[in-house]
Nanobody, 121 residues
Framework: QVQLVESGGGLVQAGGSLTLSCAAS????????MGWYRQAPGKQRELVAE???????HYVDSVKGRFTISRDNAKNTVFLQMNSLKPEDTAVYYC???????????????WGQGTQVTVSS
């Protein structure tokens, strides 16, 4: 079974930086996309940033210019460098991967367990 293991969350002051990492493992044969979502209390989960094979990196407008997503294909790991953090970035951040694994010809989506990011004002 595919597993996504996240790390790097924590508490930071406004204006600070954090880097999130997510390593995918478990018989992955190919990856269509990896990305990060976040969910703040009382709000819906939203896509923050995504790397999709063959496409330009995608960012939600609120993080453009502050967050950078990158991927190590050899290690099936995706990173989210978050700079100039704001209190409104506070949320649980979830890693997401759309991968081919096992004997299936169709990709499946898997989620990490989530990591808390808290930005104090």
């Amino acid at each position: 079974q595919v597993q996504l293991v996240e790390s790097g969350g924590g508490l930071v002051q406004a204006g600070g930086s954090l880097t999130l990492s997510c390593a995918a493992s478990g018989g992955i044969l190919g990856t269509n996309a990896m990305g990060w979502y976040r969910q703040a209390p009382g709000k819906q989960r939203e896509l923050v940033a995504e790397i999709r094979t063959g496409n330009a990196n995608h960012y939600v407008d609120s993080v453009k210019g502050r967050f950078t997503i990158s991927r190590d294909n050899a290690k099936n790991t995706v990173f989210l460098q978050m700079n100039s953090l704001k209190p409104e970035d506070t949320a649980v951040y979830y890693c997401n991967a759309e991968v081919y694994h096992g004997g299936s010809s169709l990709p499946r989506v898997f989620w990490g367990q989530g990591t808390q990011v808290t930005v104090s004002s």
